[in-house]
C-alpha cells in the first residue's frame, strides 16, 4: 500500500521510525539517507510472523511518499488471516496520528 503526505521526507521519516516503535516492532534496519525501515513482527495465533518493509520516498519540498508491505516470514504459511493487511493498515493510523501532531 502506497500513500503521499503533503509534508517534508525528514518529518515523514521520522514519525515512520516513532510509528514502529510505538507499535513495538523489532526494527532489523533503518537507513534515512535510503528511506528505508524493515522490521519484524512476532509470532501470534494466526501466524508465526511477518517482515515489514517501508520505503520513504520524497516527491519534492513538501510531498513524500509512504510505501509499506507486510508479509509471512515463514514461507509455508499460506493464508494470514487478514494479518498482513492489519498490519499495514495499523501502520499507517499510527503515522497518521503522529503527522497529525
Given at each position: ?40 513482527v ?20 513538501s ?39
Amino acid at each position: 500500500m502506497r500513500k503521499e503526505y503533503n509534508y517534508s521526507y525528514d518529518k515523514v521519516y521520522i514519525n515512520c521510525f516513532e510509528a514502529t516503535e510505538q507499535m513495538k516492532f523489532k526494527i532489523t534496519k533503518e537507513n534515512i539517507s535510503e528511506g528505508l525501515i524493515l522490521f519484524e513482527v512476532g509470532w501470534s495465533l494466526l501466524s508465526f510472523g511477518e517482515k515489514f518493509k517501508i520505503v520513504i520516498t520524497k516527491i519534492n519540498a513538501s510531498t513524500t511518499s509512504v510505501e509499506v508491505s507486510s508479509q509471512a516470514t515463514v514461507g509455508i504459511q499460506i493464508i494470514d488471516w487478514g494479518k498482513n493487511n492489519n498490519n499495514v493498515t495499523g501502520f499507517f493510523e499510527t503515522l497518521n496520528g503522529l503527522l497529525k501532531k
